[in-house]
């Protein structure tokens, strides 16, 4: 039976690094990868009744508040309406990141006077300057809604869940 002395003094003589059981280049480096590569699942088998579900609680759970609140009250408002191209269009651009999205739908990208820089000169993350909407989003009508939706102002609260509208009651 081995000591705990045994087992300290073994810890002791091997390398202060630790044991890396991959031979990733990431693993090699200990940096984590890059997070521009990780690819959305699709998801193939999906029921129209499970999309939607996934669809609500994507639009209510995202990274910050100002997003929970908008998505969530424009999916209570207009998924259900939606034609089936742009519910697959509002599923794509869940998958987009939240600031960006934010600052495509509120406008605020155009504004250079809002960027704030860091000390090592990067711009602070939700300052709300620089980011214009990308040229496969520009001219999407679901884009063009959600400006609608926030320009007006109605509603901007997180609605309670009985609140969605059920996809066939059309």
């Given at each position: 039976m081995l000591s705990l002395r045994y087992?300290?003094?073994s810890a002791l003589r091997l390398n202060s690094?630790?044991?890396l059981f991959s031979t990733s280049p990431y693993a090699l480096n200990n940096k984590p990868p890059?997070?521009?590569?990780?690819m959305p699942i699709r998801r193939a088998n999906e029921t129209q009744e499970q999309k939607m579900k996934r669809l609500?609680?994507?639009s209510r759970k995202r990274g910050i508040l100002e997003m929970d609140i908008i998505l969530s009250g424009f999916a209570a408002e207009y998924l259900h309406k939606l034609p089936q191209k742009d519910v697959e269009k509002y599923d794509l651009l869940l998958d987009e990141l939240?600031?960006?999205v934010y600052r495509w739908i509120?406008?605020?990208?155009a504004d250079a006077s809002k960027v704030?820089?860091?000390?090592?000169?990067?711009?602070a993350v939700g300052t709300g300057g620089g980011v214009e909407v990308p040229d496969h989003w520009k001219d999407e009508v679901i884009?063009?809604?959600?400006k609608d939706y926030v320009n007006r102002g109605k509603g901007l609260k997180v609605p309670e869940i009985y609140e969605y509208k059920n996809n066939n009651s059309k």
């Open positions: 087992l300290r003094k690094k630790p044991l890059p997070l521009d590569n990780i609500i609680y994507k939240d600031w960006n509120t406008d605020e990208g704030t820089n860091t000390p090592n000169g990067q711009e884009i063009k809604l959600l």
